[in-house]
């Protein structure tokens, strides 16, 4: 009797066991779950890669917001037309238009030793302060963000602290400008800002700065403007690319796509054919400004092979070492692409840059 109920009991036992082990087995291991989202995931990022190429050619506006970045306004929570709020306590805010429906945000800076007579003072006031024989220079900032950003910023300061006006706008798209970018556009911008400068400025020295993008920009302006028989008194290029299909081509981004079958037509080619072009190169070839061309040598945004090729493109087509400068800065500075502004050498630099523009 009892080995009998003994056996029921390891059946049921064993049944038991059975039933545990099934229910068990059924559930999938943590580690197996794990590698079906790792599986998951790889699928998704190859789909990704492979579909942005043909997104860009299908869908050209895509790589315009590349290129101008213009809808990532950095500094957030940022009120542009109080630049005092960003210690710029001698600068006005104003807005010109340069097209029909285009209004242009741009800040004035008046020289630093002016700042207390500035307080209180009007839109007019800072207009009038143009003509004093006081050099300005018009500053073009790079793609993404405001005229806000820190290094623009900090940029201005510097340019104020050594005696000169600063005008910083924001290109049609950017800031609390309106409008949409394009090349056309920001060289129309840069050239109805420039034309207003003189209007009011009289015969006092006037310089286009360029960083980044806004080297093509200036490059552009200066080339429309000898169209019209005006030689802009100096020029300065911060940060410049050759064109911006080469610019491209070794920006970090495109990095991911170096190797990608069809890598220009799918990228580079698009730029172009949406005239997105930005010929540094070209422009320098007629440009009879003098130049001055400021770039790091660790610049991870734009290699300064293609500056050193600018310096030898401006100094052939002037046939001339004085009216082309280069200044390179030492990559152990740890500048980049936007720290040129720190260099303790960069005021004596731009000093002695604006003293050679002196009739």
């Not at 997105?276 to 009879?288: C, G, S, V, Y």
């Not at 082309?324 to 050498?345: C, E, Q, R, T, W």
Request: net charge neutral; with cysteine.
């Amino acid at each position: 009797m009892r080995k009998r109920t003994g056996d029921r009991d390891s059946k049921k036992q064993k049944t038991a066991g059975g039933e545990a082990c099934v229910s068990s087995s059924a559930q999938p291991r943590p580690r197996s779950r794990l590698l079906w989202w790792v599986k998951r995931g790889l699928l998704a990022v190859c789909v990704i890669y492979v579909s942005v190429p043909f997104m860009m050619r299908l869908f050209p506006d895509i790589i315009k917001h590349l290129v101008y970045s213009h809808r990532v306004s950095v500094p957030f929570f940022v009120n542009l037309s109080q630049p005092a709020d960003l210690y710029l306590n001698h600068t006005v805010n104003m807005y010109l238009k340069s097209e029909q429906g285009i209004s242009l945000g741009v800040w004035h800076t008046i020289p630093e030793s002016q700042w207390k007579e500035a307080q209180g003072k009007d839109l007019e006031w800072y207009q009038d302060s143009l003509g004093a024989g006081i050099p300005i220079i018009i500053y073009l900032h790079g793609n993404g963000g405001t005229r806000a950003a820190s290094h623009r910023v900090g940029l201005i300061h510097v340019l104020s602290a050594i005696g000169c006006h600063v005008l910083a706008l924001d290109y049609r798209g950017f800031g609390d400008s309106t409008g949409e970018p394009t090349e056309v556009g920001l060289t129309t911008d840069t050239l109805y800002l420039y034309q207003w400068v003189k209007a009011h400025s009289g015969s006092s020295l006037v310089v286009l700065w360029g960083h980044s993008l806004g080297t093509g920009v200036a490059t552009n302006t200066a080339v429309k403007l000898i169209e019209q028989g005006i030689v802009v008194d100096g020029v300065i290029i911060e940060g410049a690319y050759t064109n911006i299909r080469q610019g491209g081509a070794h920006h970090p981004f495109a990095w991911f796509y170096w190797k990608f079958p069809g890598f220009e037509y799918f990228f580079l080619d698009t730029m172009a054919e949406n005239n997105i072009i930005f010929p540094n190169d070209e422009n320098l070839k007629r440009m009879r400004s003098r130049l001055l061309i400021l770039h790091a040598e660790d610049d991870h945004i734009v290699p300064i092979h293609m500056a050193q090729q600018l310096y030898e493109i401006a100094q052939s087509a002037q046939n001339s070492e004085n009216q082309v400068k280069m200044i390179p800065f030492a990559g152990s500075l740890g500048y980049h692409h936007n720290g040129l502004y720190k260099d303790p050498h960069l005021p004596g630099i731009i000093r002695e840059f604006v003293h050679t523009l002196a009739p």
